[in-house]
């Protein structure tokens, strides 16, 4: 899901805290890829980021840039391809595994991806958490599956990654 903005009060949220999602919620990347389309926006990505994704296509960093990626307001962000789905973020396979679609960067991709849909504007509220189901629409909230439990600790460190990169990267509102 790309980011129109990323702006966010600090706010220190510890597993003691009255969260409303202290005993963890249900995810698991279904592989769907409504969360690398959509509407146009960002995909933030910062240097260390980049050289991380040139090196896994073998491509030197100026070249990875020139190819990849474009400058919001002085802030980076990798390119998007408009297809019948929405703006697809560059890196979005949809023909490798019929049926499902994923990132052909996976290890190497940027905070903004790694930490999904643990981001502030998703863990507000329970309704706020829903909406960005039903928005995405991310088969993957809420899951089901046997592995789709994720601990209150763990969406802490994703929600403090995300917060670390919307910091890096923010941008005033579109």
Known sequence: MTKNTTVHEDSTEEPGRDLWYKDGLSFSCSMCGNCCTGPP????FEEDEGKAMAAKLSMDYPAFLKTFARRINGKLSLRERHTRFGYDCVFLDRESKPGKAFCSLYETRPSQC???PFWSENLESREAWDEARQRTP??????????A???VERILE???ESRAADDRSADPEW
């Open 158 to 160: 994703q929600l403090a």
């Open 138 to 147: 991310c088969p993957g909230m809420d899951s089901k599956s046997d592995n």
């Open 41 to 44: 926006g960002a995909v933030w």
């Open 149 to 151: 439990f994720v601990p």
């Open 114 to 116: 790694r930490t999904w």
